[in-house]
Nanobody, 123 residues
Framework: QVQLVESGGGLMQPGGSLRLSCVASGRTFTSYTMGWFRQAPGKEREYVASISWRGGTTYYPLSVKGRFTIARDNAKNTVTLEMNSLKPEDTAVYYC????????????????WGQGTQVTVSS
């Protein structure tokens, strides 16, 4: 079992920045590819970033590429998501996820979910 706890969400104006953190406990953190997903009201959950177990490979969809950055600190069992140039369409509940897939770009590959943290982008 892996437990994931997110923090760092909140309300931000368009163009601003937020940093989300996720702390993992339980099984060996380095066994997992880590990712961030989001779900807006009435929409399906979608991936926004993932990172390989060593941190050397990252994936982003076009909607956030160049604005979001995922990173991990294996010594601290932590994965972060730096979000810049936020837009109203980034408003969603953001979820931390763990997977044994090499490339995590779909909810199908997620084995563990965090409880989610709300991000609201509004003026």
């Amino acid at each position: 079992q892996v437990q994931l706890v997110e923090s760092g969400g909140g309300l931000m104006q368009p163009g601003g920045s937020l940093r989300l953190s996720c702390v993992a406990s339980g099984r060996t953190f380095t066994s997992y590819t880590m990712g961030w997903f989001r779900q807006a009201p009435g929409k399906e959950r979608e991936y926004v970033a993932s990172i390989s177990w060593r941190g050397g490979t990252t994936y982003y969809p076009l909607s956030v590429k160049g604005r979001f950055t995922i990173a991990r600190d294996n010594a601290k069992n932590t994965v972060t998501l730096e979000m810049n140039s936020l837009k109203p369409e980034d408003t969603a509940v953001y979820y931390c996820a763990a997977s044994t897939w090499v490339a995590l770009t779909s909810t199908s590959g997620v084995e563990y979910w965090g409880q989610g943290t709300q991000v609201t982008v509004s003026s």
